[in-house]
């Protein structure tokens, strides 16, 4: 029997599990790391956090977002919870990446992450998602370089974060499925040490439409979006700066509803202009002071 026969019975008698080739379609599953812990003591120009950053208040934050994470109706898996010292570890979007025929393993650009692709791979382990494949070094690609335009279309920023040898080796795993990949080089912005990957700036709202700070698009990925008939909605510019990025991290759980990070009302009103519902949340010690909003800090693992 073909094996997507084979699957779609699987699917029929079991519920499918995982399986995501699509930045909006309907959150169903997602993997999240607390912040209580893995935050705890972590100490701020180690992680390159801003002055803002306090644990306790991460936590209660993280708390929120996980709240009106469930109450859309996705159900959240929980990595591992310990005091491991690996603070980044609750940005679950990046050490690995979901296809609809199982997780790809990467392998983090930020040398203080390196471990946070085995915690995943041990999430997946006692989930039942199969593995796909896995990014080796001296390769290094992160999720949130990573952007689903369509279903059989990955795009990769190339930058601090993700290079071209783990970008090959995403294009090696999943050409044979059909899916085409294409790297995009991402400007130095504010340095090594900073974090900004493809998805600090776009945010995709649903399969036609999409929230960007145009000015820091790769111009080819921004040609691309157009010419595949994508909507941009412009993130106000003033915001997307006073936020470090953060006003433009949106995430979808199904298409035109989203959760953003509060604060930001023109980048808000621009988004519900474009028909979307957005719920907001307090994210100032957490995802402004870290350089990570809401995308960042879940792993889809089934949308559909
Ligand atoms: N997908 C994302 N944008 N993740 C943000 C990660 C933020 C984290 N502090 C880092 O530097 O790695």
Known sequence: ??????????????????????MAAPLKRVLMRRAGSAMHGADRETWHYGPGFDA???????????????????????????????????????????????????????????????????????????????????GTVEGGDCVWVDAKTLAIGRGVRTNQHGIQQVANLLSPLGIEVYGYDLPLWHGEDACLHLMSVISPLADDLALVYAPLLPAAFYQMLKARGIKLVEGDAEEFH??????????????????AVAGFPKTRAAMEAAGCTVETFEADALCIACEGGPTCLTRPVLRQ
């Open 56 to 138: 306790e208040r991460a936590a209660k934050q993280h708390q929120a977002l996980a709240e009106l994470v469930a109450a859309s109706g996705a159900s959240i898996e929980w990595l591992d919870d310990a005091q491991d010292g690996l603070a980044d570890s609750v940005f679950t979007h990046d050490p690995s990446l979901m296809t609809d025929h199982g997780a790809l393993i990467l392998s983090m650009g930020k040398a203080l992450r390196r471990t946070e692709p085995s915690l995943h791979e041990a999430a997946y382990s006692r989930m039942g998602v199969p593995i796909l494949g896995r990014v080796e070094e001296p």
């Open 242 to 259: 006073l936020s470090h990025g953060l006003s433009l991290n949106v995430l979808p759980t199904a298409p035109r509803k989203v959760i």
């Open 1 to 22: 029997m073909p094996l997507a026969r084979r699957e779609d019975d699987l699917n029929l008698q079991t519920g499918k599990m995982f399986g995501s080739q699509s």
